[in-house]
């Protein structure tokens, strides 16, 4: 019986719920919705929502904030792309390496400016995401890659459990929805069964405490925000091979949706909490919530209010079980 009761208790379960009831809902409404067709393009529209919100969770957990990620798979796109087409004769595996590479040394920038003159996380990622998004539209004056090197297409095009559609087209779970599924049970991984990944949670719950018990802080930092940036590296390909294009700022200002579905997610903005479980449930229901509003017929405005208020609801609730825990914390010493 305790068991359920801590299993009821859980963020994860909480969105399970909502997500349930609005697929009910929605189903109800419009029977197109909850189809193997429809659910295969909602997941595929939110995958580099899905990748973004696995770098930020690390972030989070560890007690720090990044909105300079966008940025950072800008640059990491158009780099990679232009050296693909110009310089280098590579394939697939090139491609995302390059982009690893570009996006971790970017992190790695962030981390060492972080942890180096030991200001605010949310004033160093600000302050860097204009420095490489102004930079890239600088040098490339906002010119447009119309062109992307072929071997990037099937990452998008290519079905798992493909389906024929009645007219003939081809649907099922994209590649890139795999490889979002994949980068997050790699993430549970690390963060479950790694000590690098016990440390970030506990520098995230009080850093302090872990220094006394012997985790290196700077290295810790350097591992999350180099991790976060190479995680943007990787969304930066996926997006790629979805537009099929490379325009310097069609990323840059998708921040909010995705630090949102984090935060929903269950994971604490002071750090020391999160899972990949709760993110994974937070980017489906607004993956939902969006292809409902369209299906429904409502306007797309309202995703903002929405996602605007559920950002303030999840917050408050953090707050309240971080409350919550506090006192029976005092009635545990008291007792």
Known sequence: MNKIQVILKKRETTLFIIILALVVFVSLRVPSFFTYENICNVLKSYTVVGIFSLGVLLVIISGGFDVSFTAIAQVSEYIVVWLLLKHIQGNLVIAFFLAIIAGTLLGLFNGFLIDHYKMPAIIITISTQNLFYGILYVIT???????????????????????????????????????????????????????IGKSVYLIGGNAVAAERVGINIRKTILFVYGLAGAIAGIAAIAHVSIVQTVIPNSIVGTEMAVIAAVVLGGASITGGKGSVLGTFLGVLLFAILSNSLTLLRISSYWYNVFTGAIILLSIAVNALQELAQERRKIRVKVD
């Open 141 to 195: 004056k906002g010119k447009l890659l119309y062109e992307i090197p072929s071997y990037l297409w099937p990452l998008s095009n290519a079905k798992i459990l493909p389906a024929i559609a009645e007219n003939g087209s081809t649907y099922g779970l994209s590649t890139v929805t795999v490889l979002w599924l994949g980068l997050s049970i790699f993430l549970a991984f690390i963060l479950r069964k790694t000590v």
